[in-house]
């Protein structure tokens, strides 16, 4: 090859090796942005914790053999391209040896957690039942009885059952809702609440609409930002932000009031919504068009005593099918009675756990004859209401947006007692002696806003002295 030919040769290998460069930095034109976690040198990636080297000790460069995982939750971060793009999705490809649970969360300094997701589940993984996967689900059946997923959903027998019999994992198993029993009046909320909120809606007609109003209490120094998700079947479809008031320092006083509407066609069904704050803010008022709202916890704070943003004491009374209620209040100073089906109970420590099981007087609930429901009076506030259900406002917009009877996979789950398990874990590959499996991950991370994400990989049961519990010898992450 002549000198001429050689210098074309090589300006056409650097020519290359810079559009790959502007490819792999700047993703334009919504190309992938590819980071693979690499050692000694990782590119791309900071902020290292838990995670180490192992070296091949038998070769003589001491080349890398794999990574070694011994902290219960270790962490890193990847650095996003200099450029104004938004990611949707996180795949993720690793390969690992472990015996333990194991989750890889994705976290962000602009949405908090995104995501977690298991890539390895010991029981499940184990399982030989014959397996059904569809929509980022998988059923797995002791003994075929459906041909495929939707004849699982809706089989009556199952909600009969309240979800007896069937091991879930990562997953909630909705009941079924019959919508003549909504109510054809939309909710609002009567009172204020404070920090972040989730509740279930049943969408009976189109479109959605759900308007929220907030107030910031600043009586911390810092951002006081709302966010707003609609979640189906765990994904999320819509996402947006009430941002703070202006006001980051420590005044006391309550901002302005702040709001936001969404409105969306959605199919009928049963959908999730997190209101997602500090503790600083206060909603101020939440109208939705539905008629049936349930919520996993309630903290009501019409205490003018307490809150400025408070005009007047305001008497709240919620309805919920569970029988063991936990009140914790937020100040021990603001103890007070209430009463549950007509009968007084005191709260008099900052945390409280009330049993009905022996002494509950039941309610038949509207949405399900055979169904109790329980319903609480407070006149204070000032405090928080838990338990392993919902909570409805009106007894008329009580359901159950979840079967309550189902069992929770984990290590000590007895499966063999179980006919049927669905859930978010998909099986990983073997080969070679290590696992292999690859993940598909929902996010919204705008690189606008933020300029790394972050990952945590952990194990659910916590360990007091180190050892490696993970192996990785492969980690590919891709943004899209």
């Known amino acids: 090859m002549n000198k001429s030919k050689m210098r074309v040769f090589i300006a056409i290998i650097l020519f290359l090796a810079l559009i790959i460069l502007f490819l792999h930095l700047f993703s334009p034109l919504g190309l992938k942005a590819i980071y693979r976690f690499s050692y000694p040198n990782p590119n791309w990636?900071?902020?290292?914790?838990?995670?180490?080297?192992?070296?091949?000790?038998?070769?003589?460069?001491?080349?890398?053999?794999?990574?070694?995982?011994?902290?219960?939750k270790?962490?890193?971060?990847?650095?996003?391209?200099?450029?104004?793009?938004?990611?949707?999705?996180?795949?993720?490809?690793?390969?690992?040896?472990?015996?333990?649970?194991?989750?890889?969360?994705?976290?962000?300094?602009?949405?908090?957690?995104?995501?977690?997701?298991?890539?390895?589940q010991p029981v499940l993984q184990n399982l030989q039942w014959p397996a059904t996967a569809e929509d980022g689900l998988v059923l797995y059946q002791k003994n075929i009885k459906y041909n495929s997923m939707n004849e699982f959903f809706e089989d009556k027998s199952i909600t009969?059952?309240?979800?007896?019999?069937?091991?879930?994992?990562?997953?909630?198993?909705?009941?079924?809702?019959?919508?003549?029993i909504a109510p054809d009046k939309?909710?609002?909320?009567?009172?204020?609440?404070?920090?972040?909120?989730?509740?279930?809606?049943?969408?009976?007609?189109?479109?959605?609409?759900?308007?929220?109003?907030?107030?910031?209490?600043?009586?911390?120094?810092?951002k006081d930002e709302l966010e707003i998700t609609i979640e189906e079947n765990g994904r999320s479809i819509l996402y947006t932000l009430i941002e703070d008031d202006g006001v980051e320092e420590k005044t006391l006083l309550p901002g302005r009031t702040q709001s936001a509407t969404i409105e969306k066609k959605l199919p009928q069904g049963?959908?999730?919504?997190?209101?997602?704050?500090?503790?600083?803010?206060?909603?101020?008022?939440?109208?939705?068009?539905?008629?049936?709202?349930?919520?996993?916890?309630?903290?009501?704070?019409?205490?003018?005593?307490?809150?400025?943003?408070?005009?007047?004491?305001?008497?709240?009374?919620?309805?919920?099918?569970?029988?063991?209620?936990?009140?914790?209040?937020a100040r021990e100073s603001e103890k007070q009675n209430i009463f549950i089906n007509g009968e007084e109970f005191p709260l008099n420590q900052k945390n409280n756990t009330i049993d009905l099981n022996s002494i509950s007087a039941n309610l038949a609930s509207p949405t399900n004859s055979r169904q109790k429901i329980n319903e609480i009076e407070i006149h204070k506030n000032d405090v928080n209401i838990q338990s392993k259900s919902v909570f409805s406002l009106t007894r008329e917009a009580f359901f159950?947006?979840?079967?309550?009877?189902?069992?929770?996979?984990?290590?000590?789950?007895?499966?063999?007692?179980?006919?049927?398990i669905i859930g978010k874990y998909k099986k990983a590959d073997e080969e070679n002696g290590w696992y292999k499996q690859t993940l598909s991950i929902p996010v919204n991370i705008d690189s606008a806003k933020q300029k790394e994400?972050?990952?945590?990989?952990?194990?659910?049961?916590?360990?007091?002295?180190?050892?490696?519990?993970?192996?990785?010898?492969?980690?590919?992450?891709?943004?899209?």
Not at 271 to 294: A, E, H, M, P, W
């Open 45 to 72: 990636i900071k902020n290292i914790f838990g995670i180490s080297s192992v070296t091949d000790w038998g070769s003589i460069d001491g080349q890398i053999k794999h990574l070694s995982v011994t902290s219960d």
């Open 74 to 120: 270790a962490n890193f971060s990847i650095v996003l391209p200099p450029a104004e793009k938004n990611f949707s999705r996180v795949n993720v490809s690793m390969s690992f040896k472990t015996k333990e649970e194991a989750k890889l969360c994705i976290t962000n300094d602009f949405t908090g957690e995104v995501e977690s997701i298991a890539f390895f």
């Open 400 to 420: 159950k947006p979840y079967l309550s009877q189902t069992t929770e996979i984990n290590n000590s789950v007895d499966v063999t007692k179980l006919d049927f």
């Open 160 to 180: 009969a059952s309240d979800g007896k019999g069937v091991g879930v994992y990562d997953y909630k198993l909705q009941s079924k809702i019959d919508d003549a």
């Open 186 to 222: 939309d909710f609002t909320l009567d009172g204020l609440i404070r920090g972040s909120h989730t509740f279930y809606v049943f969408v009976k007609k189109e479109p959605l609409v759900i308007n929220v109003e907030k107030s910031d209490l600043n009586q911390y120094v810092g």
């Open 270 to 329: 049963v959908y999730k919504v997190k209101l997602t704050s500090s503790s600083d803010s206060v909603i101020t008022n939440l109208r939705v068009n539905q008629g049936l709202v349930v919520f996993e916890g309630l903290f009501f704070v019409d205490n003018p005593a307490v809150y400025p943003i408070a005009k007047e004491y305001k008497k709240h009374n919620i309805f919920t099918d569970s029988s063991v209620i936990d009140f914790a209040l």
């Open 453 to 480: 994400v972050q990952f945590s990989i952990f194990k659910n049961e916590m360990q007091t002295r180190f050892y490696e519990w993970l192996s990785i010898k492969d980690l590919t992450i891709t943004l899209e």
